[in-house]
Each structure stands twice: as C-alpha cells, then as structure tokens.
C-alpha cells in the first residue's frame, strides 16, 4: 500500500493513499476546509497541489462542482484542432488534464472506512468491494473525493445492474471491468448465424477471449452452446463473470479460466471483443477502452487459425471507430487478417445507438456520428 505525506500545523503526518482508478498519490498536499475559495482551490490544483478537505463532505462536493465549471472555461479557449486525429488526441490530454485537476481534493479516511467528515455519506461497502476487507482496518488514509464520487456510483451500478434486452436479464458490472452498456454488438452476436460446427456438433466448444462481465458466455450459453471456456487476464474480471453467470445459471455450461487471451485445445466458434481504439490507458478505468499497440487485436488474430477446429469460426467484435479518428486503417485490419491466414466469411453491421453517438457538443461527434460496430466472421484459409 502507497503511503503519502503531508504537513498540517507544523507536524508530519502520513496515510496510506487509496486509488481504485490506479492514480498516483499527489507530491504537495495543503490542508483547507470550507473558507477555501472556488479561484485559489482551481490554482492550487492547476500547480498541482492537492487540498485535503477538513470542512463539510457536501461543501466539498459544492467546491468539486465549481472546479469543473472553471476547468471547462479554459478547456473551451483551446483553438480548434486541424484534423480529427488532432482533435482525438487533445480531446485525450483535456480529459487527462481534467481528471489530474478534479482529483486534487482529497478526503481523510479513518477505520471501518469511515469518511471523517460533516455530512459524509456511509461508504463502508462500496469501499470494502474494492479496496478489500483488510484496507478497511486502516487507521488513516486519503482518497479524492472524484473517486469517492466514481466508487459510490459503481457501487450502485453493481447492485441494480445493466439491462441487457438480448440477453432478457441484467448483468451486473463491478468497478472497473467494462459495461456492456452499449447493446449493438450483443446483437450482432444474438443474431449471427452459429457455424455447423457448433450447431451440429453439442460436444464442441466455444471460446470467449476477455470475457469481463461474462456477457458474450451468458448469451452463447441462451443461444444452446452447451461447451463453453471464457478466458480474461484480469482477476477481477474472472471474479465478475462468475457472479454473473452464476446469477444467469450458466456456470455449469462455462468454464472460467485466468489466461492470457486462449485457454488450451480448440474451438468451433472463438468470439473476442478486444478494446476498440489502440492506446496507452490513462488509468486502470480506460483498460477496455485502449489496446495498447493493439495487443490484443493481434494477437487474437495471431492465434485464432491454431484454435479453430475445421469449419470452426472466429467473431472479432470491433468499432471502425479507431478508422475514423485516423488510429487504424482499414488496409491495415484486412491485411491483419490476411497476414494470420485468416478469410473474411462475412460480417454483420451495427449502428451505435448510444447517445454519445449523438451529442453535437462531444469534440470527436464528427467520427463517432459514422461509426458502425461490426462482427467479423474469421474463417481459416486452407493451409
Ligand atoms: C473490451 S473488454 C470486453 C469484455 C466483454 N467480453 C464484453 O464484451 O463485454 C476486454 C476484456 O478483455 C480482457 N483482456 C485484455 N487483455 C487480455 C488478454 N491478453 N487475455 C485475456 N483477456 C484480456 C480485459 O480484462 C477485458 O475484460
């Protein structure tokens, strides 16, 4: 556990630092409380000294609020990106910029995660979710209050869960794994024509590579494959689908296995929905959003043909967004394929319908209003 320091009233005092998001402890900390004004809290975060809150808990959310109307303002003088690609990548720094500044008010947790401030709300649980019960013996530790705000929102989340339409249940995401808010590509998935070998076969396996949730395994399991292993590399993924494909009944049907995208043997039908855009996260939050390098894409791609059984088919779950920002070709997807000795056997296509595809005011509406989710049916090419 990282601890930070900090000076109050001339003493030396520390804490152990609490980050579900992966964020590091801040190097300068001043102790404030509610005389603090809105201006001096907004320069103080922007030289990147972080306060920690000894007023009132909804005085602080209050001072949170007024930080973000002014780091808005300024993000709103920014002269106007050259191309979309351009706009992608400051739209990624103002986020990043944002986040960095938001995160500079922090709160003094004590024991039993209690949040040692007027008018607190009680967090013990959805902090022992992700913190663990251990943590909660602290003595002392500090957390920004955006994640506070962020933990007690994923709490909620977990609790009532997502509608999932094709599915005809809800799926219940923790924090940090992705959501499958988004219900195009499971509709891709509910509606594809299952390969021969599967359908025809009840002894062969389907393979879900980054199962997260363990949406996609649930929905193969409500379409009658009876054989499934999904895979994720991620613990508390693992942890997540098996309570939700336990809620779903599927765990005698499923399999649940740690590894690094394929689990051993093969498969008839392989389905992986890797992050869409390749990048580099800026916190734990965004691993299902950025593939670094497209690890993840390639190497699905690089290993599908040894794990498909003959006739066996692959389902690459992905956005063409990442094409619009000018992040990846299409050439160079197709010559991915190509390059694994893969045929493209068919592809399905989606419109988002998610309101961000919508929004006029979100700097990357102009590639988001194009893009088309689509599930590319991968098939070995003869050897
Ligand atoms: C975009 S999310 C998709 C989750 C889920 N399949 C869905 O469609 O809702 C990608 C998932 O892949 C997992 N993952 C990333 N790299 C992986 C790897 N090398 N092997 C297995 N899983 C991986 C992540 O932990 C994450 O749960």
Known sequence: MTTVTWTSAGLQCA???????????????????DQLDADTAHRFASEGTAMLWHGDYQSAKLLLQALARRVERSAGKA????????????????????????????????????????????????????????????????I???????????????????????????????????SPVRGEYLELIAKADLPKAISEDPKA???????????????????????????DIDD???????????????????????ADLFP??????????????????????????????SRMLKGFLAGLTAHLVPGGEGWLILSDLAEHLGLRSRAELEALFAANGLR???????????????DENDPLSAARGKEITSLWRLTALPA
């Not at 209050?145 to 995401?173: D, F, M, N, S, T």
Request: hydrophobic letters at 45%.
């Open 15 to 33: 804490a152990a630092w609490l980050s579900a998001a992966g964020h590091n402890p801040p190097k300068r900390i001043e102790v404030v409380d």
């Open 344 to 358: 493209v056997a068919g592809r399905l296509n989606a419109r988002p319908t998610h309101p961000k595809a919508r």
């Open 205 to 231: 396996f389907a393979f879900d590579i980054g199962t997260g949730t363990g949406v996609i395994a649930a929905l193969l399991a409500k379409r009658g494959i009876k054989k499934l292993v999904a895979t």
């Open 144 to 178: 920004a209050l955006r994640e506070v705000q962020g933990l007690i929102g994923a709490y909620e989340w977990r609790k009532k869960g997502v509608e999932i339409p094709v599915l005809g249940a809800r799926i219940h995401p923790w924090h940090g794994i992705f």
């Open 236 to 258: 508390k993924a693992l942890a997540c689908a098996r309570d939700n494909l336990q809620r779903q009944g599927c765990i005698p049907k499923v399999k649940l296995e740690k």
């Open 79 to 142: 002269r106007p990106a050259a191309s979309i690609t351009e706009a992608f990548h400051k739209h990624r720094m103002t986020q990043a910029q944002r986040s960095r500044i938001l995160g500079m008010i922090l709160l003094p947790v004590e024991a039993g995660f209690q949040i040692a401030l007027k008018r607190a709300p009680d967090v013990a649980e959805a902090f022992e979710q992700v913190f663990g019960a251990e943590a909660k013996a602290l003595p002392q530790a500090l």
């Open 264 to 293: 051993q043997g093969k498969a008839a039908l392989i389905v992986c929905n890797p992050p869409w855009l390749p990048g580099k996260p800026g916190s734990s939050i965004e691993n299902a959003i950025y593939d670094p390098d």
